[in-house]
């Protein structure tokens, strides 16, 4: 097989163009995506090649495109399901956490519950409000549900067909704000990515920056602009988190910043920090700090750019470890 050079939402939509030809079992669902393909495209061509049984369009109740995967499920299908934005998604939360993440617990152990929910998150589009919302704690607390986000193409599709193939639900966040900037190779065919892996974006030795979907790039972007040697680690799959490849890098550089777009007060970063503070204290040379989105509402795309983290905020965050 060789490679394509894809966008991040092409890759996606390649995976369930895949995904669907490997397994009879696996379907689609949600909201527009069937005869329009989406309303970022990532589901195009599908209806069209595997029918209106297996890419249905479902009414606008997240709650319902939800509880009827349940019963998919329970059916012995593979469903897929788009909620069509983050913030959308929070009806369905009581389907989630009520019923979807106890199935395996539920059934002491003897049932497998493969539904995959993918969402688009995040800011940075000039969207209304609750278009752009980073929900990802809610799903990683939720016990029993597995949570990606990619920020490549390739780990897009990667992680998206590990999240079908699963056992257990999994929750897939995509950046939309990457959705056609992010541009690079990606397998043609079958391709996986192991859920629990995290992926050093770039070595470095005086630094470690953690980051996750679109966030990447700015810790990317940041590292240009930075006199000294910055190591980016992309955790690609929060839950489970691969926790020895973030403190490997952290006991090399002895300096953590942690970078996410979801509020601060207990946003998984504040999960990160923990993990070093309790594993990793005796190899830092100075605190864990956070770039973070702030405690309100994501704000109207006036003034988004102020929320979001940015090269400037993460910069500073690095500089100022090495300033004592």
């Given at each position: 097989?060789g490679?394509?050079?894809?966008t991040l939402?092409?890759a996606?939509?390649?995976?369930l ?6 397994d ?12 329009a ?12 090649r595997?029918g209106?049984d297996?890419?249905?369009?479902t ?8 509880g009827?995967?349940?019963g998919?499920?329970?059916a ?7 909620m069509?934005?983050?913030?959308f998604?929070?009806?369905?939360l ?6 979807v993440?106890?199935y ?6 003897r049932?497998?519950?493969p ?6 998150y995040?800011g940075g589009?000039r969207?209304?409000?609750?278009h752009?919302?980073?929900p990802?704690?809610?799903?990683v ?13 390739a780990?897009?599709?990667g ?12 929750v897939?966040l ?7 900037t ?7 065919g ?8 995290a992926?050093v974006?770039r070595?470095g030795?005086?630094?470690t ?10 810790c990317?972007?940041a ?20 926790e020895?490849?973030?403190?490997a890098s952290?006991?090399?550089?002895g ?8 509020p ?6 504040a999960e990160?920090?923990?993990l070093?503070a309790e594993r ?9 700090l ?16 102020a929320?979001?983290?940015s090269?400037e ?5 690095v ?6």
């Amino acid at each position: 097989m060789g490679e394509l050079t894809l966008t991040l939402v092409e890759a996606v939509n390649d995976a369930l163009h895949v995904e669907l030809e490997r397994d009879a079992n696996v379907l689609v669902l949600g909201e527009d995506v069937g005869r329009a393909g989406g309303v970022f495209r990532a589901t195009a061509g599908l209806r069209e090649r595997f029918g209106a049984d297996r890419c249905i369009d479902t009414p606008l109740s997240e709650a319902g495109i939800l509880g009827g995967a349940i019963g998919l499920c329970l059916a012995g299908w593979r469903p897929v399901v788009e909620m069509q934005y983050d913030a959308f998604s929070y009806p369905s939360l009581n389907q989630l956490i009520t019923h979807v993440g106890r199935y395996r617990w539920r059934s002491g152990g003897r049932m497998e519950f493969p539904l995959t929910i993918r969402m688009p998150y995040g800011g940075g589009v000039r969207a209304p409000e609750l278009h752009d919302d980073s929900p990802e704690t809610y799903y990683v607390h939720t016990p029993g549900i597995k949570v990606a986000i990619p920020a490549t193409p390739a780990d897009a599709k990667g992680l998206l067909a590990a999240a079908i193939r699963d056992p257990d639900p999994v929750v897939v966040l995509e950046p939309k704000l990457v959705y056609r900037t992010a541009r690079g190779e990606v397998p043609e065919g079958e391709h996986v990515v192991p859920l629990g892996k995290a992926r050093v974006a770039r070595e470095g030795g005086d630094v470690t920056l953690i980051a996750y979907g679109a966030m990447v790039a700015v810790c990317e972007r940041a590292a240009d602009e930075l006199d000294v040697s910055c190591e980016i680690v992309d955790v690609r799959s929060l839950r489970p988190l691969a926790e020895d490849a973030i403190l490997a890098s952290v006991a090399k550089t002895g300096r953590a910043v942690i970078v996410h777009e979801a509020p601060r007060t207990v946003g998984f970063g504040a999960e990160l920090a923990a993990l070093i503070a309790e594993r990793a204290i005796f190899d830092l040379q100075g605190p864990v700090l956070r770039v973070t989105g702030y405690d309100v509402p994501y704000p109207y795309w006036t003034i988004e750019d102020a929320y979001m983290p940015s090269v400037e905020r993460v910069t500073a965050a690095v500089r100022s470890l090495f300033a004592a």
